[in-house]
């Protein structure tokens, strides 16, 4: 057990073998610029984006921008990237080698060919493993470095046996991860929220899509993030992926350094067009910022407790705590799980106490738009605490919402993609479960909240047991009443009743209402009355929508069970087998 401890964190190249890969990496890389020395600005794009952010900075108040769609979060991404003069900082919990994550790392590549400096942090857990095109990007340019955070193994890719040996021997080491989600461009504009880089974050798979929500921040909140990224980059926790185990043996093997000639896809063709055009961009990432009040970053330390002793709010936990502890009127809360510590659930509690009449909103997702079915098994186990002894509205996402085209506006393409056959190489928890449909199943991946909608908060915080003690995360909170509404009145958007069940406790059986049930019929109640105390309603038509507390609510609402939307059986047993026999996972979900 002590040797596989030592091999998880250990197993380090000798100081011989660095020299080499050294080497290798210093002759191979290259070192010509596309844009000529005497070019301050570095070729770079023309940027109203960038011309505004210098003057939030100049003047000290952040400017403040909602991402909602994926669309327009890969836009501004690229558009950053094509703007930046000196640095491009990026961390990511994933990154995937499909069709948008090699887009974005062909413009941080043209960006560091232009005189960029660019840097590329991952959690080394579920990003790229290709070996040859890690090589490939390790190789390519003296301006264009990689590391990796908590390398299991000293290695890029983790096997099914390196997964079994770290659980085994180094429990918590193997489960810390890097869960930050940040890009820094020129200390001036960043992006801070939910997003991975992957198709499904942006609205290109053909197969499930999330709905998902980044902040850019424009101004003196930037420098912030650029420090927390050096904490980490400069972290004994991170790697240069050329001195990874099994990237090196690569590397000194000889092989090729060469990049193919990128050509991006045409599905991708109108993106990049949108983002060439300077009128759009300043109408879109430019004209709606808020000017906001005040905005503050925050972002755990590497390995998450592991802060020095004198290191201000080392623990962002602790301080979203405070934040939520201070509503009066109401918390709305959206987060693809709802699985609550004690701590939070004692934060609840005490506000429940203190003012009975307070509005707790929960928007969360159903069985049926999940991607992690070991995390919905423990909050179906729970919904009777969070929905009668906290007072939650809980409300669960639908997989084919009603308003998923202006959620998705690639939707039209995405289902002519679909229906001509283009496959996506994701895999996600519940494929196959739910009806087959011409669109792409949905799922909710945003972690927000507002509370009495003054104060807002966009991270990669899940409000979880692992986002505390586990993962480490960064996100910002904004300070003000007009930002803080907008993103409110998106939330709610996504709990009304063409987008979300309500989850409520099901009625005393032999209680009038019980009994008379509009719209169930035989097999539902079956199901309603054989799976706990909650179901998931929805809104009768042409009834008016009433929160589940309202005394007419089961008269505008009926039942359609624990798991509607999910025909496949065996699906539906195994959540609540995962719920009832895998409880003692709850620290980690």
């Known amino acids: 057990m002590l040797l596989l401890c030592a091999l998880l964190s250990g197993c380090q190249l000798s100081p011989a073998r660095v020299e080499r890969v050294d080497q290798a990496v210093e002759q191979a890389r290259e070192q010509a610029l596309s844009c000529p020395a005497t070019e301050r600005d570095r070729c770079s794009a023309n940027s109203p984006v960038m011309e505004m952010a210098a003057r939030a900075a100049g003047d000290g108040r952040n400017r403040v921008l909602l991402l909602e769609t994926g669309g327009e979060a890969l836009e501004l991404r690229v558009h950053l990237i094509r703007a930046a003069r000196d640095t491009i900082d990026l961390q990511n919990f994933i990154l995937r080698a499909d069709q948008t994550g090699t887009l974005v790392l062909n413009e941080l590549l043209d960006a560091a060919r ?160 949108r983002v060439a055009n300077t009128s759009h961009v300043r109408a879109r990432f430019v004209d709606p910022v808020y000017r906001v009040e005040r905005v503050e970053f925050f972002s755990d330390w590497p390995r998450k407790q592991a802060a020095p002793e004198n290191a201000p709010e080392k623990d962002i936990t602790r301080e979203l705590h405070d934040v939520l502890a201070a509503a009066h009127e109401s918390i709305v809360i959206q987060s693809p799980y709802l699985v609550l510590s004690p701590q939070a659930r004692d934060v609840f509690r005490e506000l429940r106490e203190r003012n009975p009449e307070i509005e707790l909103v929960f928007s969360t997702n159903s069985l049926a738009s999940t991607d992690a079915d070991t995390v919905y098994g423990n909050t179906h186990r729970h919904k009777k605490r969070y929905i009668d002894s906290l007072g939650f509205q809980m409300y669960e996402f639908k997989p084919f919402p009603a308003d998923a085209p202006e959620f998705f ?28 449909m011409p669109a792409p199943r949905a799922g909710l991946h945003s972690k927000s ?141």
Not at 138 to 163: C, G, L, Q
Not at 165 to 175: E, K, L, M, P
Request: aromatic share 12%; proline share 7%; charged share 25%.
């Open 114 to 273: 232009r005189g960029v400096r660019v840097r590329l942090l991952l959690d080394q857990m579920f990003t790229v493993a290709d070996l040859d095109y890690l090589v490939k990007l390790t190789m390519a340019h003296v301006n264009f470095e990689i590391r990796f955070y908590n390398p299991s193994f000293h290695k890029a890719r983790t096997e099914k046996h390196d997964w079994i040996s770290g659980v085994a021997c180094c429990f918590r080491r193997f489960n810390q991860r890097m869960h930050n989600k940040l890009m820094v461009v020129d200390e001036l504009a960043g992006i801070v929220g939910g997003r991975n880089i992957a198709d499904r974050y942006f609205d290109f798979d053909t197969n499930y899509n999330f709905k998902d929500r980044d902040a850019a921040v424009y101004g003196p909140a930037a420098r912030d993030m650029r420090v927390s990224f050096d904490r980490f980059w400069k972290s004994p926790d991170t790697v240069p992926v050329q001195y990874l185990r099994d990237v090196a043996e690569e590397l000194l093997n000889g092989a090729d350094p060469s990049l193919e000639t990128y050509h991006p896809p045409l599905r991708l063709l109108p993106l990049l067009e």
């Open 409 to 436: 506006p690639r939707l039209p393409a995405l289902m002519e993609e679909k229906r001509a056959g283009l496959k996506s190489d994701s895999v996600v928890s519940g494929d196959g479960s739910t009806i087959d």
């Open 449 to 589: 909240f507002v509370v009495d909608g003054k104060v807002a908060m966009i991270g990669s915080h899940n409000f979880d047991p692992r986002s505390e003690d586990f993962n480490t995360e960064n996100g910002l909170i904004v300070w003000d009443e007009a930002f803080a509404g907008r993103l409110e009145a998106v939330i709610r958007r996504d709990i009304e009743p063409g987008n979300s069940w309500v989850v409520a406790m099901k009625p005393d059986d032999g209680d009038p209402v019980a009994d008379d049930l509009p719209f169930i019929d035989e097999d539902t109640a079956a199901d309603y009355w054989s799976r706990g105390p909650t179901s998931a309603y929805e809104l009768i038509p042409g009834h008016e929508p009433l929160p589940p507390n309202h005394p007419d609510f089961y008269l505008h609402y009926y039942p359609v069970g624990s798991f509607p939307d999910v025909v496949r059986t065996r699906r539906q047993y195994l959540v609540l087998l995962l719920g009832s026999i895998f409880f003692f996972l709850e620290p980690i979900l």
